[in-house]
C-alpha cells in the first residue's frame, strides 16, 4: 500500500505498487510529479474535494485513490498480465525476435530444427486474434478474454516463461490524473523488454505501448 504525505509544499511518498508481471514497485521508483496547487487541479482531486482543501485532506485523498487503483489491478490481476504478455509478444512475434539464442531463457529441449521457420509461423493467426481481443480493451472485468498466458505456453514452449517473468526489473511508476505509468526491463540484458512502458487508465486499459 501506498503512502502519500504533503508537507511544505513537497509530496512524499512511502509503501509499494503491485503492477502484476510489470514489477512491484517501492517508494523510491514512484513518483508523483505536480506540486499540491496542481495537484487541487486535478480531476480526480476536484471530484473528491473543493479547490482549497487542506494538505492532509489532498494527502489522504491521493493515497485512498491510488490504494483504490492498485486493489483494482489486484483484483483483476489475470487480465492485466495478459494485457501486458500480449503487447510483449507482439513486438517479438513482429520481428521475429530469436529469443532462443539468449542464455537461460531458452528450453532447448522444446526447439524445432530450424527455429527462425517454425517458432512464430505456426500461430499467427491464433496470436492475431489474441491481440484483437486485447487491444484498447478493458481490464476491469467487464469483458471475458482468453487465457494468453496459457496459449503463450503451450504454443511456445521453448522460451522459458517462468525464467522471464522472474526477471523483470520494475524501473518507475508515475502516479497521474486518472492514470498510472509504469516502465520496466527483463533481467537478460533488456533483450526482450527494454524500458517497456504503457499507460493504465482506470478501467486498466493499455494505452501506449512502447518497448525498445
Known amino acids: 500500500m501506498l503512502d502519500i504525505q504533503i508537507h511544505g509544499g513537497e509530496v512524499r511518498i512511502s509503501g509499494c505498487f503491485d503492477c502484476g508481471y ?20 486535478w480531476k480526480t482531486v476536484r471530484e473528491r474535494l473543493g479547490p482549497d482543501c487542506s494538505d492532509d485532506a489532498l494527502s489522504a ?8 487503483f492498485e486493489e483494482k489491478i489486484r483484483k483483476n490481476r489475470k487480465q492485466v498480465n495478459d494485457n501486458f504478455l500480449i503487447l510483449a509478444f507482439e513486438d517479438w512475434e513482429a520481428c521475429g525476435y530469436p529469443f532462443w539464442e539468449i542464455s537461460g531463457l531458452t528450453r532447448s529441449e522444446f526447439l524445432p530444427p ?9 500461430y499467427w493467426d491464433e496470436m ?13 472485468g ?3 478474454k482468453a487465457d494468453v498466458e ?6 511456445f514452449p521453448a522460451l522459458d516463461w517462468d525464467a522471464l517473468l522472474t ?10 490524473d486518472g492514470n498510472i505509468a509504469f516502465q520496466c526491463s527483463d533481467g537478460f540484458g533488456a533483450e526482450l523488454l527494454c524500458g517497456a512502458y504503457d499507460v493504465l487508465d482506470e478501467s486498466l486499459t ?3 505501448w512502447h518497448n525498445h
Request: proline fraction near 7%.
Open 206 to 208: 493499455f494505452q501506449e
Open 128 to 140: 492475431n486474434a489474441l491481440e484483437s481481443a486485447y487491444q484498447d480493451a478493458p481490464n476491469d
Open 142 to 144: 467487464t469483458q471475458e
Open 167 to 176: 526477471s523483470i526489473e520494475p524501473e518507475y511508476l508515475s502516479l497521474e
Open 22 to 41: 510489470m514489477g512491484l514497485y517501492d517508494g523510491e521508483k514512484i513518483h508523483l510529479y505536480d506540486k499540491p496547487d496542481r495537484l487541487r487541479d
Open 114 to 122: 530450424d527455429p527462425d521457420e517454425n517458432v512464430y509461423n505456426p
Open 61 to 68: 485523498c491521493l493515497t485512498e485513490y491510488f490504494n483504490a
Open 150 to 155: 496459457a496459449v503463450l505456453r503451450k504454443n
